[in-house]
């Protein structure tokens, strides 16, 4: 079945160390999202990217970092600069295309990650 | 900048019974699409249903429905014979129908947290 895999699903991290969490889409989806997610704030958009070796700041982008080599793969890491990284995150996809308003995300599982 | 704003943290119904959230939206934009997901206990994101702004009529899936108001920028959910498994958090999000680059990103509101009671 196609789908979103995030992985890990839960994470610990030290302050002062920077983790990776991984986005992989088998959807063949052009569009991919990181948001991220804390209580009563809804979610806030991180990173995007609309094609492969391209992609944009979204709303909360500082401390953060993302790349797109593949199609199918946008993983996000979560440098020591970000000051309070504890959160949900939350990976998407989508496809682009003239229609494309229409297209709805389908989203990850998720990631909790935790700073200790 | 799109807003999106739901004015109700926490809401409870009893199950079979109908219960409606709201959702009210800021934008100067004309064509645009908006959007109710479910979150459960699982953190899953699941659509529950989608308008698009140049459809007067309100969209349906079952027994969920929208209350459309373009005039008054509200887009309210109700949903109708309230099932134990409903329960979850719901959050609406506007999506712009511009084609140009950053137009496919949604913009969410804070959620409501939705018991049912059996």
């Known amino acids: 079945d196609g789908g979103i895999t995030q992985s890990p699903k839960y994470l610990f991290r030290k302050e002062g160390q920077n983790v990776t969490l991984s986005c992989e889409q088998n959807l063949n989806h052009d569009a991919m999202y990181w948001y991220r997610q804390d209580p009563g704030q809804g979610l806030r958009l991180i990173y995007y990217s609309q094609i492969v070796n391209d992609f944009q700041k979204g709303d909360i982008a500082e401390g953060y970092s993302v790349s797109r080599e593949k199609k199918e793969s946008f993983p996000l890491t979560v440098t020591s600069a970000q000051k309070n990284p504890t959160a949900f995150y939350l990976c998407?996809?989508?496809?682009?295309?003239?229609?494309?308003?229409?297209?709805?995300?389908?989203f990850g599982a998720g990631s909790r990650l935790t700073v200790l | 900048a799109q807003t999106v704003t739901q004015s109700q943290p926490e809401m409870s119904v009893q199950e079979a019974e109908t219960v409606t959230l709201s959702c009210t939206y800021d934008t100067s934009e004309s064509d645009y699409y908006l959007f109710w997901y479910k979150q459960p206990p699982s953190r899953q994101m699941i659509l529950v249903i989608r308008q698009e702004a140049y459809k007067q009529q309100n969209a349906t899936e079952n027994r969920f429905s929208v209350n459309f108001q373009k005039a008054a920028k509200s887009f309210s959910l109700k949903i109708s014979d309230s099932q134990l498994g409903d329960a979850a958090m719901y959050f609406c999000?506007?999506?712009?129908?511009?084609?140009?680059?950053?137009?496919?990103?949604?913009?969410f509101g804070q959620g409501t947290r939705l018991t049912i009671n059996p």
């Open positions: 998407a996809s989508t496809n682009r295309g003239v229609s494309s308003g229409a297209n709805v995300l389908t």
């Open positions: 999000a506007y999506r712009s129908a511009g084609i140009i680059q950053g137009a496919q990103k949604l913009v």
